[in-house]
């Protein structure tokens, strides 16, 4: 038997066979390094990448202690933003298949408080949410940690950055003392050193190789005049042509510029960060999601959390400032064995930045000449269009209503219809963009469940 082999572990069987099932066959490394100890009840601070399986690391550990027959809150995970946490409640509940009616929670800011104390009502087993909405539960009384056993930090590192130092320690301040308590972050900066040291006890740290493979990202990086840095990210992107890319910037300004200059160029870009309101980044995201968005235009903050999948390019608008963070960007691209490409512009003020990624690296960075590759022809169009619908949840609206009206009685093939996302009041699908016209006359003049709704395209 592989010393990374699940069955290694001791689980309770009906979880084994659920695992298997998901194809989680063998343990990734942060799995193999933390679950162990996390199994053992020890406190831990581990520090891995994105895409490198720590959600199932510590999703596994907090479900193999839950007693299914107790209604109260026995986990919580915090998380810095509410897609993070959106998607670390689905996969927990992915884990959870096997056992007896586990509830998974999902508490953060942007949407009403009534609903959120209705379901804490009736109990939950795990609590997933961000760091704001928590503490405002605490303060109701609406969520009661008494029967907490293990407490996890997803993404510490950024939530510190986002200003979340004395939210996490007034929530770890009213947890249980006798608790377990999980820590896990890209990058080790002080101030989570400083976390560790007042509310972890005697954790046992655990660090997973944080490079990636040549062979599976290529990295470029190309220097550039500061002045001209908007027309080489125009220029760069048109001559390598992603079909998806994720262009990092430093700042919130500097965000909405790039976005607005590659819109002048008749892209479809859109950019994401910390002001937008909750509806219009839900919009955002679920265009990028859906691949009628190509290029997101995001700050770190913003950016983290988000698992997209293929995600063909990463573009770094400006070198971070911690190389570990830009070891993190490049790390969107390339997941799941798929080959990625991470792209970098470099001013001559930030040669120092260059320095110590290629030193953190340890091998030296590939530098290539802006007008290097062809250009191709045409503005970079994404193959699919989105359509919104005025309408979601709170409308009883399903995947499944919307796919009928589309497809139904000679309607557009399903093949040429893409992702369904729905939210409480509007719901986004995407068409293929030949079919865009033919897809929006249909939703217009037709019905949804027999009733009319209004419909826009993006």
Not at 403 to 424: N, R, S
């Amino acid at each position: 038997m592989s010393a990374t082999a699940f069955s290694t572990l001791s689980l309770p069987p009906a979880l084994l066979a659920n695992l298997d099932s998901l194809g989680y066959h063998a343990m990734t490394p942060i799995q193999a390094a933390a679950l162990p100890v996390i199994l053992a009840g020890r406190d831990l601070i581990a520090q891995a990448k994105t895409g490198s399986g720590k959600t199932a690391a510590f999703g596994i550990g907090l479900l193999a202690p839950l007693n299914p027959r107790f209604f109260g809150c026995q986990a919580l995970v915090l998380c810095p933003t509410r897609e993070l946490a959106d998607q670390v409640a689905k996969e927990i509940r992915r884990l959870a298949r096997a056992a007896d009616n586990i509830k998974v929670l999902t508490l953060c800011g942007g949407v009403p408080l009534g609903p959120q104390i209705g379901s804490l009502e009736h109990g939950a087993h795990i609590v997933v949410g961000t760091p704001g909405r928590i503490q405002e539960h605490l303060r109701k009384g609406s969520l009661n940690l008494d029967g907490l056993n293990t407490l996890v930090l997803d993404e510490a590192d950024r939530m510190l950055d986002m200003g979340f130092y004395d939210s996490i320690a007034d929530i770890l301040g009213q947890a249980p003392a006798r608790r377990q308590t999980l820590l896990f972050s890209a990058t080790y900066p002080a101030a989570i050193e400083q976390l560790a040291a007042a509310f972890l006890r005697t954790p046992q740290r655990v660090t997973v190789e944080s490079q990636h493979d040549d062979a599976q990202i290529e990295q470029r990086f190309y220097e550039i005049d500061p002045r001209q840095r908007l027309d080489a990210v125009g220029r760069l992107l048109l001559q390598v042509r992603p079909a998806s890319c994720v262009a990092f910037c430093q700042t919130r300004q500097q965000c909405q510029d790039v976005a607005a200059h590659l819109q002048g160029l008749g892209m479809a870009a859109d950019a994401l960060h910390g002001d937008l309101e909750q509806r219009d980044r839900d919009q955002v995201l679920a265009m990028f999601a859906n691949r009628s968005l190509s290029v997101l235009v995001a700050t770190d903050v913003a950016a983290r959390g988000l698992d997209i999948a293929g995600l063909e390019a990463v573009l770094n608008v400006e070198l971070s400032r911690d190389p570990e963070v830009h070891v993190h960007r490049v790390g969107r691209s390339g997941r799941a064995g798929e080959k990625g490409l991470a792209l970098s512009l470099v001013a001559p003020a930030e040669a120092a930045r260059a320095q110590a990624i290629e030193t953190l690296q340890g091998r030296p960075l590939r530098w290539c000449e802006l007008d290097d590759a062809p250009s191709g022809n045409g503005p970079l169009q994404p193959p699919m269009v989105t359509l919104c619908i005025a309408g979601g949840r709170k409308d009883k609206l399903r995947p499944g209503d919307i796919l009928g009206a589309l497809t139904g009685d000679a309607g557009i093939p399903g093949t040429q219809v893409g992702k369904i996302a729905i939210f409480d009041f509007q719901a986004y699908v995407a068409v293929e963009r030949g079919v865009a016209r033919q897809a929006l006359k249909r939703l217009v003049e037709g019905r949804i469940k027999g009733r009319a709704f209004k419909v826009r395209t993006l």
